[in-house]
């Protein structure tokens, strides 16, 4: 807008409390090449589905999640691989928060 060039690097999110429900939707929810992982939880109607594109999450759509809200954003912004975390990844009891630790 300044006349420089830049990339738009800022995530896409949304979040709402609805009906009781903590909502939230980040970065890319579908698209082309885009594969979906869903994790619930047994407590609190909990919920999440992470789009992954080529190993690296790419988006997410929480319920009852705002503790993995943060992290996520970040995963997306910095692109990380989860490919070597797709088997634990697929249960709730993994913590997605451990892998902000990846550089």
């Known amino acids: 807008m300044a006349g420089e060039h830049a990339a738009f690097t800022a995530i896409p999110n949304y979040a709402i409390t609805n009906c009781g429900m903590r909502i939230a939707a980040i970065g890319e929810c579908g698209g082309k090449g885009v ?49 070597p975390f797709q088997a634990p990844l697929q249960t709730m009891a993994f913590d997605i928060n451990t892998l ?3 550089k």
């Not at 319920?63 to 910095?78: E, F, S, T, V, Y």
């Open 35 to 83: 594969s979906a992982l869903t994790r619930r939880g047994r407590e609190e109607n909990e919920y999440e589905r992470l789009f992954i594109r080529g190993g690296v999450l790419v988006g997410a759509f929480l319920i009852n999640r705002p503790q993995d809200r943060a992290g996520i954003a970040d995963l997306i912004h910095r692109r990380v691989d989860t490919s």
């Open 100 to 102: 902000v630790q990846i």
